[in-house]
């Protein structure tokens, strides 16, 4: 079992940067990817990034790549979003998720634990 929470959500505007948190429990952190996604009003929940148990590996949305970072620190139980460049269209709840493997994967399915989301709101 894992739990996870996310933190750092808030208001910004465009061109600013944001950076989320996700703390996990568990003894299995170090060995299970982890990934973010999120969630506009009215539409499904996307593939953001996720990253390799050993954080040697990661995989982007395109529409992400080059501006978000996902990263994790074992010791910590924490996986990191750093967002920069933000756009309007990034406005949605961002939600972390502990994956049943060890390698990066961007399907929802191989996603075990889901935290509760945090808000990221864009404005111009």
């Known amino acids: 079992q894992v739990h996870v929470v996310e933190s750092g959500g808030g208001l910004v505007q465009a061109g600013d940067s944001l950076r989320l948190s996700c703390a996990a429990s568990?003894?299995?952190?170090?060995?299970?990817?982890m990934g973010w996604f999120r969630q506009a009003p009215g539409k499904e929940r996307d593939f953001i990034a996720t990253?390799?148990?050993?954080?040697?590996?990661?995989l982007y949305a395109d529409s992400v790549k080059g501006r978000f970072t996902i990263s994790r620190d074992n010791a910590k139980n924490t996986v990191y979003l750093q967002m920069n460049s933000l756009k309007l269209e990034d406005t949605a709840v961002y939600y972390c998720?502990?994956?049943?493997?060890?390698?990066?994967?961007?399907?929802?399915?191989?996603?075990?634990?889901w935290g509760q989301g945090t808000q990221v709101t864009v404005s111009s």
């Open positions: 998720a502990a994956s049943r493997i060890s390698w990066p994967t961007p399907w929802k399915e191989n996603y075990a634990y």
């Open positions: 568990g003894s299995t952190f170090s060995s299970i990817a």
């Open positions: 990253i390799s148990a050993s954080g040697d590996r990661a």
